[in-house]
């Protein structure tokens, strides 16, 4: 009888240290674009507005922004706000789009997994409803936006449907992507031992397409802010979205580049957060997918 020798002491440890390496290269990676864009985009914008002359009282620098947030005084003449009473104002209006951007995220991506994983078990919904789909999309949304608004009233009922639609399409795009392109010879597997469509999909093409699950995560969260500015602009009336409409007519652009910034600022830092879960999430269930993005 024959006796298997163990492994040599170590041989266990390297793939997780591989694995453990590639996902903290890959949050390096990811932080230092981070930050490479942030000043990437601080030169933009200061050079745009010197190149094109704009007028400060139109175009604020980030130094403006940042006299805005942290230094201003109160000036009752102007009615001018406090720093303090800047951030404030800003900080309710952010949580409204955060509380709006989060329904949006979560009901599009839901909605995404649970029609993309009935047209990869029925080909035949898939052939019927997907050319609606692409018809449904194919309009505006600002032209939805009112027969949204008439339908599911202006509160946070439309904010969901309204945010959904902008985030349910490209993360079906994507999770349709990654669900085609399981390997054949796992779906042979499954389909030998006889397991059901349900048991497949679940032991098999979701953990598969796990990249492009992720990748519709991190598309999404630009989208879903976007998509809760656009409900708040047309339907709700309040939030972020509402604050840069109405600080317009009044002329006060250093509330309303105040606002733009600390949106975008909550964006990257928001796909920064997904990108470390992605990165977590695939070490442990595809570590393969780690090592080809490293």
């Given at each position: 009888?024959?006796?298997?020798?163990p492994p040599p002491a170590g041989v266990d440890?390297?793939?997780?240290?591989?694995?453990?390496?590639?996902?903290?290269?890959?949050?390096?990676?990811?932080?230092?674009?981070?930050?490479?864009?942030?000043?990437?985009?601080?030169?933009?914008?200061?050079?745009?507005?010197?190149?094109?002359?704009?007028?400060?009282?139109?175009?604020?620098?980030?130094?403006?922004?940042?006299?805005?947030?942290?230094?201003?005084?109160?000036?009752?003449?102007?009615?001018?706000?406090?720093?303090?009473?800047?951030?404030?104002?800003?900080?309710?209006?952010?949580?409204?789009?955060?509380?709006?951007?989060?329904?949006?995220?979560?009901?599009?991506?839901?909605?995404?997994?649970?029609?993309?994983s009935i047209f990869i078990m029925q080909r035949?919904?898939?052939?019927?409803?997907?050319?609606?789909?692409?018809?449904?999309?194919?309009?505006?949304?600002?032209?939805?936006?009112?027969?949204?608004?008439?339908?599911?009233?202006?509160?946070?009922?439309?904010?969901?449907?309204?945010?959904?639609?902008?985030?349910?399409?490209?993360?079906?795009?994507?999770?349709?992507?990654?669900?085609?392109?399981?390997?054949?010879?796992?779906?042979?597997?499954?389909?030998?031992?006889?397991?059901?469509?349900?048991?497949?999909?679940?032991?098999?093409?979701?953990p598969a397409a796990l990249p492009s699950i992720?990748?519709?995560?991190?598309?999404?969260?630009?989208?879903?802010?976007?998509?809760?500015?656009?409900?708040?602009?047309?339907?709700?009336?309040?939030?972020?979205?509402?604050?840069?409409?109405?600080?317009?007519?009044?002329?006060?652009?250093?509330?309303?580049?105040?606002?733009?910034?600390?949106?975008?600022?909550?964006?990257?830092?928001?796909?920064?957060?997904?990108?470390?879960?992605?990165?977590?999430?695939?070490?442990?269930?595809?570590?393969?997918?780690?090592?080809?993005?490293?």
């Open positions: 009888m024959s006796v298997s020798t440890e390297l793939p997780r240290s591989a694995i453990r390496s590639a996902m903290l290269a890959r949050l390096a990676r990811s932080l230092g674009s981070v930050l490479i864009s942030i000043v990437v985009i601080l030169a933009l914008w200061v050079g745009f507005i010197r190149f094109y002359n704009i007028q400060p009282v139109i175009a604020k620098s980030p130094l403006d922004v940042w006299r805005y947030l942290f230094t201003a005084k109160v000036d009752t003449v102007h009615g001018f706000r406090s720093a303090a009473g800047n951030r404030q104002v800003l900080w309710h209006n952010l949580k409204t789009t955060l509380r709006d951007a989060s329904l949006g995220y979560v009901a599009g991506f839901v909605m995404a997994m649970a029609v993309s035949t919904v898939e052939q019927t409803f997907m050319p609606v789909a692409l018809v449904l999309r194919s309009v505006p949304l600002l032209a939805m936006t009112p027969l949204i608004t008439l339908i599911f009233g202006r509160d946070i009922l439309a904010v969901t449907v309204i945010g959904g639609i902008v985030c349910f399409f490209p993360a079906l795009v994507n999770m349709m992507y990654g669900l085609r392109n399981t390997p054949r010879s796992m779906l042979d597997l499954m389909s030998s031992y006889g397991a059901s469509k349900l048991t497949t999909l679940r032991k098999v093409l979701v992720f990748a519709s995560l991190r598309i999404n969260v630009p989208a879903s802010i976007i998509g809760a500015l656009l409900a708040e602009w047309l339907a709700t009336g309040k939030g972020s979205g509402q604050e840069m409409l109405t600080v317009q007519n009044t002329f006060n652009y250093g509330e309303l580049w105040s606002a733009v910034v600390i949106v975008t600022l909550v964006s990257i830092i928001a796909y920064s957060v997904v990108s470390a879960v992605e990165a977590a999430v695939l070490s442990r269930y595809a570590p393969d997918s780690v090592g080809r993005r490293s």
